[in-house]
Structures are given as structure tokens and as C-alpha cells.
């Protein structure tokens, strides 16, 4: 895995792909429907990587997904779609205190 620090309080592990050279800019790209997102107390984050928590700032329906905006305690926002057969198990409105659940695996790194 390559460690890869957002600001002093957010580090996530990604898969390595590529050789990046340490203390090298980069790009984290991940998709938002490899993103989990859980109600607060739905992950047991005990010894877990790269779970976040977070508030849901926009929840939009658009039939077969809903997407979520989500202003993780870090200071940024991720964008998390949901398809629809997990929706309708919970559906996170906006203001709800949810946790981010990323696999190493679903981010990748891009050099800048």
C-alpha cells in the first residue's frame, strides 16, 4: 500500500500501481460508487483503513443511485453513489452523521 496524506489529520492507503517517489504530489482519484457509506455507528472501525466520518450535505435521487455529498471531518467533500437495490436498505438525509468506508483498492493515484 502507498500512504498517502491528505493534511495533518487524514492519511489513506491506496493500492500501488505505480512507483510514485515518496513525498511526491499526487492526485487521489476514487469512484463514487466504490465508496461505502454506513450510518455512523454501522462500521466497527477498530483496526479498519480509510473509513471517514463524515455528514451528508446533499442527498440526490436519480432513480437508479442516489448520490451524496459528503463533508468528511477533514475538511473535504467526497461524492458517494449508492445503486439503487442499496438505497431503499438506508437512505442518509441531508444533516445525517454517516461513516465512509474506501477500499485501498478503489483509489488510485495520479501524479500531478
Known amino acids: ?18 512507483d510514485v517517489e515518496t513525498g511526491a504530489p499526487v492526485t ?9 457509506i454506513a450510518a455512523i455507528d454501522a462500521i466497527d472501525d477498530a483496526g479498519a ?3 471517514l466520518p463524515g455528514v451528508v450535505t446533499r442527498c440526490t435521487y ?3 443511485s442516489c448520490t451524496y455529498e459528503v463533508e468528511v ?7 458517494v453513489r449508492q445503486s439503487d437495490e442499496n438505497v431503499a436498505d438506508a437512505r442518509h ?20
Open 62 to 64: 436519480g432513480g437508479v
Open 73 to 79: 471531518e477533514s475538511g473535504f467533500a467526497l461524492a
Open 1 to 18: 500500500y502507498a500512504a498517502c496524506v491528505i493534511n495533518e489529520r487524514t492519511c489513506l492507503r491506496a493500492s500501488r500501481i505505480r
Open 28 to 36: 487521489l482519484s476514487i469512484r463514487p460508487e466504490k465508496i461505502r
Open 49 to 51: 483503513i480509510n473509513v
Open 93 to 112: 438525509g441531508e444533516g445525517t452523521q454517516v461513516k465512509l468506508s474506501i477500499p485501498p483498492g478503489a483509489i488510485r493515484l495520479l501524479e500531478d
